[in-house]
C-alpha cells in the first residue's frame, strides 16, 4: 500500500523563522510528488515535482525532490503570519487510469508575531 | 478558465434527504474526483473518473453515488447519509496522468 508521511505534525515558529517541512514517500511506480497549502477550504496548489535535485521555487517557498532517498524538503524562508496553514504532501502514481494522490497527514504550521 | 467550481459552498441535510453535490471544471481535464476531508485529516479519495468512467471506487458506501455526465462535470448523489458523513467534500480534476491536479474549494456538509 502506497504510504506518505510527513514531518514534524505541528511546528510553532516567530515571523521571520526559516522552516523546513519533510515528506518521504511509498508510492509504487511513482510519478510526481506534489505539495499544497491548506488553510480554512481547499488545498491550493504549490509544487509539483518529478525529477530529482531539480529546486522549485516561489518566492520565499522553495522544495527539492530525492528520487533516491525518496523524500521532499519544502523550505519557508522569512516567515510570515499568513503562511499559517496545514502543508500537505501527496505521492502521485503512473500509468493506466490509475490517477490516485496519496496524501501525508500533514504539517500544522503556526507562525506567531 | 483554471477553476474547479464547486456547488453549493455549505449544505445542510436531514439522514432522510437526498441532495446532490456539484462540481465544474472548463479546464479540458479528463479525470476528475471526489475527496472527502474530515477536520484535521488529510483528503481521503472517493471516486476517480476518467475519460467519463469510473476508474476508482475506494470502498464508498451505497449512499454515495458518483455521476459524470460529460467531461466538464462531476455529481455526487447524497441518499440516507449519516451524521458521520459530515465532512468537506472536495473535488479535483487533472490532465491525464496526474498532471494540473486542481481541487475545488469544497462543500461544507452538514448532516443533522
Known amino acids: 500500500e502506497d504510504k506518505v508521511v510527513q514531518s514534524p505534525l505541528s511546528l510553532v515558529v516567530h515571523e521571520g523563522d526559516t522552516v523546513t517541512l519533510n515528506c518521504s514517500y511509498e508510492?509504487?511506480?511513482?510519478?510526481?510528488l506534489l505539495w499544497y497549502k491548506q488553510e480554512k477550504k481547499a488545498p491550493t496548489f504549490l509544487f509539483m515535482l518529478t525529477s530529482s535535485g531539480i529546486e522549485k521555487k516561489s518566492g520565499r517557498l522553495s522544495s527539492i525532490l530525492d528520487k533516491k532517498e525518496l523524500f521532499s524538503i519544502l523550505n519557508i524562508t522569512a516567515t510570515q503570519t499568513g503562511d499559517s496553514a496545514i502543508y500537505l504532501c501527496?505521492?502521485?502514481?503512473?500509468?493506466?487510469?490509475?490517477?490516485?494522490?496519496?496524501f501525508g497527514k500533514g504539517t500544522l504550521l503556526t507562525v506567531n508575531p | 478558465d483554471t477553476e474547479v467550481t464547486q456547488t453549493p459552498k455549505h449544505l445542510v441535510m436531514g439522514m432522510t434527504n437526498k441532495k446532490s453535490l456539484k462540481c465544474e471544471q472548463h479546464?479540458?481535464?479528463?479525470?476528475m474526483y471526489w475527496y472527502k476531508q474530515k477536520a484535521k485529516k488529510p483528503p481521503e479519495l472517493m471516486f476517480v473518473?476518467?475519460?467519463?468512467?469510473?476508474?476508482i471506487n475506494e470502498s464508498v458506501p451505497s449512499r454515495f453515488s458518483p455521476e459524470c455526465p460529460n467531461s466538464s462535470l462531476l455529481n455526487l448523489h447524497l441518499h440516507a447519509l449519516q451524521p458521520e458523513d459530515s465532512a468537506l467534500y472536495l473535488c479535483a480534476s487533472s490532465l491525464t496522468d496526474n498532471y494540473g491536479y486542481t481541487f475545488g474549494s469544497g462543500t461544507r456538509l452538514t448532516v443533522v
Open positions: 479546464m479540458g481535464h479528463r479525470a
Open positions: 473518473y476518467s475519460y467519463e468512467k469510473l476508474s
Open positions: 501527496a505521492g502521485t502514481n503512473s500509468g493506466g487510469s490509475n490517477y490516485k494522490l496519496t
Open positions: 508510492v509504487t511506480n511513482f510519478r510526481s
